[in-house]
């Protein structure tokens, strides 16, 4: 089968700055990935570039290729905005949109994109936040603020307005790194359900979860892609002295 996203080559630079070298990674439909190493080694970096959010920071440059389905999504005349509705973000911090109620916050890509059907917009919503775990939590409160939902439920809301728009992909940024265990928890079992219908990749420090999630796991260092496999064979049988180093504690 052919991977969702192929990676070939990969280089990111910031100015003169290159923060990642040499790329090349398959992603396969219905999987979770993550990718671990320590702070500042290009994992995040690397994340950004799959839906083009480098584009929005001055002197950021991607070379190579990210193909996604087959399609370079770096090609000229493809459009940032509709590829990013292919390829849904969340990020470290829950980000709602403060000024909308939670409904709101949930359809606004919808909005976005011209649908105004209130009983579509509705039957959306609910379907993206049963596939959050956040229904049963907020059926009543879909017309107050986003901003009264916990920590947890609004990084769940964050993750349902992704899902509304059907991505192929959806990219997590430490997605629980502000969480508490609880509400941790809740997001990694909620990962094993959504690969259903969606494809994750997942940037985190924590290797047990990365353990605990992922299908596959790439280890980073120093913007080099070191090593990338099956996550139980990588945590257990790295063929990598480097990889070994990190994941059994001994740097990182």
Sequence with gaps: MNPLLQAKDVNIFYGD??????????????????????SGCGKTTFLRAINRMHDLTPGARV???????????????????AMRRR???????????????VFDNVVAGLKLAGMRNRDQLMAVAERSLRGAALWEEVKERLNTPA??????????????????????ILLMDEPTSALDPSSTAKIEELMTELKKVTTIIIVTHNMHQAARVSDTTSF???????EHGPTDRLFQSPRDERTEAYVTGRFG
């Design 17 to 38: 700055k290159q923060a990642v070298q040499n790329v090349d990674l398959d992603v396969h439909t219905g999987t979770v990935n993550a990718l671990i190493g320590p």
């Design 63 to 81: 070379t190579g290729q990210i193909l996604l389905d087959g399609e370079d999504i770096y090609a000229p005349g493809v459009d940032p905005v």
């Design 87 to 101: 390829v849904g973000m969340v990020f470290q911090k829950p980000n709602p949109f403060p000024t909308m109620s």
């Design 220 to 226: 980073f260092l120093v913007g080099d892609l070191v």
């Design 147 to 168: 901003t009264g939902l916990s920590g947890g439920q609004q990084q769940r809301l964050c993750i349902a307005r992704a899902l509304a728009v059907d991505p192929e």
